[in-house]
């Protein structure tokens, strides 16, 4: 099995890359904004899903994934960034939890000299709220979307702070700080 799907994890992320990449080109919160949208979900689900079950995980493909991550996250905020009525303490809420995962990821390089975007449970919870943001945002409006998200975000931000900080050495499968064992 492993030989027929060694790549089809990596296949999948790309995928998540230029799928998410085309998302600037459609009219948000359109049918086909969700499909892209789902599909950039669907993708990011089953890429490390399938390399564990094909046994083809790598270094590669866990940066590979993070970097995916955060391209649909930048592209989800050129998106909506100007079209949403932004207010002051949710700005500054953002900026927070972007300064305390810079300073992560700075440490992270610094004493690792790795790129050490960590898969905790924390951060796939925040990664689960980030996808749902569309579709709170419809339902509920802006001010509890950003309350719930930057609550979410602030704890996992400061989760993986608090581990590269603490850690001996790197383990990007960390589950969290309190759990500080790997997850399979």
Known sequence: MVGRFKYLA??????????????????PLSALFFVIY????????????IARR????????????SVADLILLVVMLAIFAPLLPWQPWIIAWVGAIFVVHAVSLAI????YRA???LHTYANKVTGICLFCFPMLFL??????TAIILCT???????DELLII????????NVVGLFFLKRYT
């Open 115 to 117: 790129f050490t975007s």
């Open 54 to 65: 094909t046994q083809s995980a790598s270094r590669f493909g866990e940066t590979l994934d």
């Open 152 to 158: 979410v975000a602030s704890l996992s931000s400061l």
């Open 10 to 27: 990596n296949v999948l992320t790309f995928s998540r890359i230029a799928a998410a990449l085309s998302l600037p080109l459609v009219k």
């Open 165 to 172: 900080i603490w850690s001996k050495e790197l383990d990007k």
């Open 139 to 144: 339902l509920m409006g802006l001010v509890p």
């Open 38 to 49: 789902f599909f950039c979900g669907i993708t990011d689900f089953l890429d490390g899903k």
């Open 108 to 111: 992270g390089f610094h004493k």
